[in-house]
C-alpha cells in the first residue's frame, strides 16, 4: 500500500463566493441541517479548501447556495467501522462534492468543485483524492483504505473506466462468491447444513482450533485470489474482500438487530395500542419461563 504523509496543512479555508480562500487559516466547516421528508442533509455553507499532491488547489463546492452532502455515506450496519462524522469528514465533503454527491448538489448528481488549475476530476481520480486527503487529516490506514475500496466498489458501478465492460460486474460477483464461500465456511465449521451452503477444501477434519484455523486462512487467501479480477483496481477488491470475509458474521448480526429495530420502531409509531398489548405479553411470558425456572 502507498505511504502518505499526514500534511494537515493541505486543507485550508476556502471562503465563500464573496469571500477568498485563505492559506493561512485552517479549514471552517459550517454545515446547516435541511431535513428532506425522512433523509438528512446538510448544506456546507462556506467551502473547503484542499492541496492535492496532483491536482493542486480545489475548492468544495462551487455553489454553496445550491451544493447538499449526506457528510459520509456509510450503512447504518457498518457506522460503528467508518462513522458519518469524525477526524476523515473534511476529506468525505471534498470527495462528495468531487463526485457530486449520493444527496446531489443543485443538478442531481453534478460535481461541484473548483479547480484552480482547471482540471476536470473524473471518479476514480475522486477516489484517490479521497484517500491522500484522509491521510491528511490523520485518518488511521485501515479505515481510510476501507473507506477508499468502498468509494471505489461504487465508482465501478456507477461509471466503470470502460463502459459495458466487465467493470461494472465482476466485482459484485466476486464479493458474492466470497459472501458464499463464507456462508458454506461457517457451517462446515459447524459441521451442519443449511442452504447453498457446502463444505470447503481449506477447512479439514479435525479439532476446533484446527478447523478455525483453516477458516481464517481461507478469508485472507480466497479474497486475495479473486482480486486480480478487478484489474487495475485489485487493491480496492482485495481490501474489500478480506474485509467482507473478517466483518461477515458481525456484519449479519448487526443488519438483523437493525431490522428488528426498525420493525419495532415502525409498529410502535403506527400501532402503538397493538405495540402494548404485543410488549406487556411478552413480559408476561418472560415472567413466566423466570418462575418456572425457579420452581424447577
Known amino acids: 500500500m502507498e505511504t502518505v504523509r499526514t500534511e494537515q496543512l493541505r486543507f485550508f479555508d476556502g471562503g465563500t463566493?464573496?469571500?477568498?480562500?485563505?492559506?493561512?487559516?485552517?479549514?471552517?466547516?459550517?454545515?446547516?441541517?435541511?431535513?428532506?421528508?425522512?433523509?438528512?442533509?446538510?448544506?456546507?455553507?462556506?467551502?473547503?479548501?484542499?492541496?492535492?499532491?496532483?491536482?493542486?488547489?480545489?475548492?468544495?463546492?462551487?455553489?454553496?447556495?445550491?451544493?447538499?452532502?449526506?457528510?459520509t455515506s456509510v450503512p447504518s450496519v457498518l457506522t460503528w467501522l467508518v462513522p458519518r462524522s469524525g477526524r476523515h469528514l473534511p476529506a468525505a465533503l471534498v470527495h462528495d462534492a468531487l463526485v457530486g454527491g449520493p444527496a446531489g448538489s443543485g443538478e442531481a448528481g453534478a460535481a461541484s468543485y473548483v479547480s484552480k488549475g482547471g482540471v476536470v476530476v473524473d471518479r476514480v481520480e475522486a477516489d484517490r483524492v479521497f484517500r491522500d486527503a484522509m491521510a491528511d487529516t490523520g485518518t488511521g490506514v485501515v479505515r481510510r483504505w476501507l473507506a477508499w475500496s468502498a468509494v471505489t466498489l461504487v465508482t465501478l458501478w456507477v461509471a466503470p473506466p470502460r463502459p459495458g465492460g466487465w467493470y461494472g460486474v465482476v466485482p459484485f460477483a466476486a464479493l458474492l462468491l466470497v459472501a458464499w464461500l463464507g456462508w458454506c465456511a461457517t457451517w462446515d465449521l459447524?459441521?451442519?447444513?443449511?442452504?447453498?451452503?457446502?463444505?470447503?477444501?481449506?477447512?479439514?477434519?479435525?479439532?476446533?482450533?484446527?478447523?478455525?484455523?483453516?477458516?481464517?486462512?481461507?478469508?485472507?487467501?480466497?479474497?486475495?485470489?479473486?482480486?486480480?479480477?478487478?484489474?487495475?483496481?485489485?487493491?480496492?477488491?482485495?481490501?474489500?474482500?478480506?474485509?467482507?470475509?473478517?466483518?461477515?458474521?458481525?456484519?449479519?448480526?448487526?443488519?438483523?438487530?437493525?431490522?428488528?429495530?426498525?420493525?419495532?420502531?415502525?409498529?410502535?409509531?403506527?400501532?402503538?395500542?397493538?405495540?402494548?398489548?404485543?410488549?406487556?405479553?411478552?413480559?408476561?411470558?418472560?415472567?413466566?419461563?423466570?418462575?418456572?425456572?425457579?420452581?424447577?
Open 190 to 296: 459447524l459441521d451442519a447444513s443449511a442452504p447453498l451452503a457446502t463444505g470447503v477444501p481449506w477447512i479439514a477434519e479435525g479439532g476446533w482450533a484446527s478447523e478455525l484455523l483453516g477458516g481464517v486462512a481461507g478469508a485472507v487467501v480466497v479474497p486475495l485470489l479473486l482480486a486480480p479480477l478487478w484489474g487495475r483496481f485489485a487493491r480496492a477488491g482485495a481490501v474489500l474482500g478480506v474485509g467482507l470475509a473478517a466483518l461477515l458474521h458481525v456484519t449479519v448480526v448487526l443488519g438483523v438487530l437493525t431490522a428488528a429495530y426498525q420493525v419495532l420502531e415502525r409498529l410502535v409509531t403506527r400501532h402503538p395500542t397493538l405495540a402494548a398489548r404485543a410488549g406487556a405479553t411478552l413480559v408476561l411470558a418472560c415472567a413466566v419461563v423466570v418462575g418456572l425456572a425457579l420452581v424447577g
Open 17 to 71: 463566493p464573496q469571500e477568498p480562500p485563505r492559506r493561512d487559516e485552517p479549514p471552517r466547516i459550517v454545515l446547516e441541517r435541511r431535513a428532506r421528508g425522512d433523509e438528512e442533509v446538510f448544506a456546507l455553507l462556506r467551502r473547503v479548501g484542499y492541496a492535492d499532491r496532483h491536482l493542486g488547489e480545489l475548492l468544495v463546492p462551487a455553489d454553496p447556495a445550491r451544493f447538499t452532502t449526506d457528510l
